[in-house]
């Protein structure tokens, strides 16, 4: 399955969760892939659109790939098995970590996020990306939002690889993913047509632009 870019994957994923027109329901967007489609998906559906800031925790010699994830409210998530094989102690562990924690701080700046005033308790809750990968970022956002208690957690995804679906799948109430890909290898970039990469800036003022626009 193809998208043409974001946006189109936010209008298909939309198409999906119309029971949740003009509801209570809160779209939560992960930046930066997750904004455009979350856009899209809150356009759509009438529905109000807010941030979900966390960072991934890349592995010490690649900035692709990861072993974890930390949200803005310092919750995390390390998938202990990659640590041990990948022998990262835990100073270097420390070391990622705090790395990430300060990229999650420049995006809540960026983004103008007041946690303080993050309250999901009692709604539904749309969380979005413009894809699965690893699924440490979705697991923690997952993770995080329980101790909020949103009265039901819906993952909204365009593509994800099945193992990383079944990663998530026991931390949220329903998975919403067109596109679940079976063989090993997996990208999300290959169910786009058109794909690129996006800045913390670029989204930050899509994001408020949008949000300026529709209250």
Request: hydrophobic residues 40%; proline residues 4%; contains cysteine.
């Amino acid at each position: 399955m193809k998208y043409r870019d974001r946006a189109d994957a936010g209008k298909q994923l939309a198409s999906m969760l119309n029971e949740h027109t003009g509801s209570d329901a809160l779209v939560l967007a992960i930046p930066n892939g997750g904004i455009p489609v979350g856009i899209e998906i809150s356009k759509e559906l009438q529905l109000e659109l807010d941030v979900m800031i966390t960072r991934r925790i890349n592995l010490p010699f690649t900035t692709e790939s990861g072993f974890g994830a930390v949200s803005f409210d310092g919750q995390l998530f390390i998938d202990k098995r990659m640590q041990d094989y990948y022998h990262i102690d835990n100073m270097q562990l420390a070391r990622l970590v705090l790395e990430a924690e300060e990229q999650v701080k420049i995006k809540v700046s960026l983004f103008n996020f007041d946690k303080n005033k993050f309250d999901v308790e009692g709604k539904t809750v749309i969380l979005v990306d413009d894809g699965i990968a690893g699924g440490f970022t979705m697991r923690v956002s997952l993770q995080m939002l329980e101790k909020y208690h949103p009265r039901k957690r819906i993952v909204a995804v365009p593509t994800a690889p099945a193992r990383s679906v079944e990663k998530v799948r026991p931390w949220c109430d329903e998975i919403v993913c067109p596109d679940i890909k079976r063989e090993a290898r997996f990208a999300v970039a290959a169910a786009y047509r058109h794909w690129r990469d996006l800045h913390d800036q670029e989204t930050a003022r899509m994001f408020m632009d949008f949000r300026a626009e529709h209250g």
